[in-house]
Nanobody, 117 residues
Framework: VQLQESGPGLVQPSQTLSLTCTVSGASITTDYYWSWIRQPPGKGLEWMGAIGYTGSVYYNPSLKRRASISRDNPKNTLYLQMNNLNPEDTAVYYC???????????WGQGTQVTVSS
C-alpha cells in the first residue's frame, strides 16, 4: 500500500487548501476507512476526518465545518479541502488507511502546509 499526499506547500491566510492523496495497492471503495490527519509543529496528531468505504464522511467538530473530504473512485484518489485557513493550520498533513477495522493502518509520507502571508 502506498499513499502519496500532495498540495501547494504555502497558502495565504483566509484562502482554501486543497490536498490530494493518491493511492496504490488499496481501494478507496473497498478498504475500510480513509482518514486525513495533521500534525502542527511541536504538537500531536489531530484527526481531521475520514471517509468510509461506503462513502460516509465524518469530521472532527473542532474544525468547525471548514474541512471537506471527498474521493474520486475511478482515480482511486482522496481529497481534502479546507477553507478560511489561518496560521494555526500550519502542519504536516497525512492521509491514512485502515484496510480492516483491526488494521494498524498505512500512512503517506505527509505534505507540509504552511499558512503565511
Amino acid at each position: 500500500v502506498q499513499l502519496q499526499e500532495s498540495g501547494p506547500g504555502l497558502v495565504q491566510p483566509s484562502q482554501t487548501l486543497s490536498l490530494t492523496c493518491t493511492v496504490s495497492g488499496a481501494s478507496i471503495t473497498t478498504d475500510y476507512y480513509w482518514s486525513w490527519i495533521r500534525q502542527p509543529p511541536g504538537k500531536g496528531l489531530e484527526w481531521m476526518g475520514a471517509i468510509g468505504y461506503t462513502g460516509s464522511v465524518y469530521y472532527n467538530p473542532s474544525l468547525k465545518r471548514r474541512a471537506s473530504i471527498s474521493r474520486d473512485n475511478p482515480k482511486n484518489t482522496l481529497y481534502l479541502q479546507m477553507n478560511n485557513l489561518n496560521p494555526e493550520d500550519t502542519a504536516v498533513y497525512y492521509c491514512n488507511v485502515k484496510r480492516y477495522p483491526s488494521d494498524n493502518g498505512y500512512w503517506g509520507q505527509g505534505t507540509q502546509v504552511t499558512v503565511s502571508s
